[in-house]
């Protein structure tokens, strides 16, 4: 499975507006379906002290996040993180707004054409108020299997509906230069704008001097919300909070759609915002986020820290200030940032990062009894998609396939597309044996969203089953990661351990190695601890791998693909007894982590073993 974050959870839509009736650290927030993730005060297991020296860190876009094109064209909106306050400001500063011909002007320039589109011909998601991160952040999934247990009967007919594999490697192949057209055009340019498909759909009407009507991002018509934010800023241009509300809904829509040609387009409308409103609170959050979902962390947590002093509860900042941490390997800091989020705002986006800081540090039961409160609480649809994903992918990681179906099932009841459910439904079947269902779900995914995780995913699956074809059908998804790279990299985002992860199973070895160290130099968590050990292995550097290698698996983050990298590395440099040790230790987790690299653990294992 590909690196895991906190990825966009759902927000509420009133975080830029302080709570001055917080409880405190010994009350807990009654009623609502918030109660307090009850976070301990002084965590469990060793952590790394502040200041990136970690052993280990955060996982990086295990949804990775979708990257941008350069969106200079008419209409491209770039944008990855989440979409939490909709509608007017705070009272009062809707009077502020202009009607001068200039900023008219200028806000038509800015906000594009109505009714664009994102030109991939597929809806988003649904969860407009996820708090953004990287997003990539996490996951996308594919359709299932009718039989699978817990599948309800809509995910069923939801699957027999869609036309699964139709010309997939046509779609393969055309997205392929799709990709790269992007890449080299601009973004929007190349896919068209926002338009087509079901515009307007939901879309409420929106005066010329009236703000966009609350909830219309928040219901999740992403695209609507939109429009209507770019009708309501042509009449209002000087509205700096819908300035920020629009820069931050490109973010969600560059993540829920799968492109990364909205970042620059999001930078854009959040500079506008801060022109108008220097150092408003909204903006920062949004510019966090931003940064986050194009994994410059850094700059993320500066973000993140300015609009905390401006507003201490602002939820979007909060969440994405506990990402930034997490992701630069300061889990010590990222766990009280989840204290901290959790008196000030408690509910599922606190409760879901709180979890997945225990997780990476070993503490998997305090993680799933965490999520099964936050899904408890959650009502919303997007909420509920977000959580059992989380939940399904927790189950994964311990190998546990039959509860992790379970799960996802009840993901997709409530949202039919989450792509992080449809993917990870697929890698669960694919290790509970069911090998068919499986490419067909992840066909699905990658003919939707063509990201590095599913693609890499798919690709394996190929080799494995070794069927006529399949060695070029595999080969296909591996080129498809380059084109997502150079698509990523011409939006802005840092792609470098989603380009290393890849490239060191499956393209140019000196440039895993090279994009690698470049990700080290950035930031030491156990994701790019663990892809240095391996980038370094393949290039045949195992006795400089093996210290990253141990520091991958130092925190107690319990991750079959670690060990195995770790096993592997210590055979390489004599160590067979530590090296039986790891790699028996990764079957035994997770034995169908990946078709093939558990099948070169059960080979490494067995010459170890004859060798006693």
Known sequence: ?????????????????????????????????????????????????????????????????????????HGADPVPGAVGTAGADAPGRAARAAHGTHDRLRAESETGAEGERDGHGSPPSGNAGDAGAEGASRPHTPSGNEGDTGSEPRVAAMRRAADA??????????????????????GAIAFGGVGGGRAGAGAEAVSAAGAPPAGVLARGDLDSGIESLQKHLRAQPRDFGNWATLGTAYVE???????????PQAERALKRSL????????????????AAARHDFTGALKDADRALRQNPYNERALCTRIDALVELG?????????????????????????????????????????????????????????????????????????TALGHYARALAADEDYLP????????QAANGDRAAAVEGLEQVVARFPLPGPLVALGELYEDRGADGDRAKAGDQYALVDAWTSLARAGGVNADLDSAMAAA???DKKEALRAA????????????ADALAWALHVNGRDEEALPYARRATATGYRNAGFLYHRGVIERATGNDREARTHLKAALDLNPGFSPLGAREARTALKDLEGAR
Not at 34 to 61: F, H, M, N, Q, Y
Not at 421 to 428: F, I, M
Not at 517 to 528: G, K, L, M, P, Q
Request: net charge negative.
């Open 517 to 528: 160290r470049a990700e080290w130099n950035r930031r030491h968590s156990v994701h790019t």
């Open 1 to 73: 499975m590909p690196p895991r974050t906190t990825d966009s959870a759902p927000e509420r839509r009133d975080d830029n507006h302080p709570r001055p009736d917080q409880e405190t650290d010994t009350e807990s927030s009654a009623g609502r379906g918030s109660e307090r993730a009850g976070l301990d005060s002084d965590g469990a297991g060793a952590e790394a002290g502040p200041g990136g020296d970690a052993a280990a860190g955060a996982g990086d876009g295990s949804r990775p996040d979708p990257a941008g094109g350069t969106g200079r064209g």
């Open 505 to 507: 199973d499956h393209g």
């Open 330 to 402: 300061r889990y010590e800091d990222a766990a009280e940032a989840a204290r901290t989020a959790d008196d000030r705002r408690p509910g599922v986006p606190v409760f879901t990062r709180y979890a997945y800081v225990k997780e990476l540090r070993g503490d998997v039961r305090t993680a799933r009894d965490v999520l099964e409160r936050a899904l408890e609480a959650a009502d919303a649809p997007g909420d509920i998609a977000y959580v059992a994903t989380a939940l399904g992918q927790l189950a994964w990681n311990q190998g546990e396939y039959k």
């Open 275 to 290: 022109e108008l409103d220097p150092g408003n609170d909204q903006a920062l959050a949004g510019r966090a986020a931003l």
């Open 253 to 263: 829509q560059a993540r829920t759609n799968g492109d990364p040609s909205r970042y």
């Open 165 to 186: 594999g139709r010309r997939w490697r046509a779609v393969h192949l055309a997205g392929c230069a799709a990709l790269l057209a992007v890449a080299l055009t601009g």
């Open 421 to 428: 459910a449809l993917e990870g439904r697929a890698r669960a």
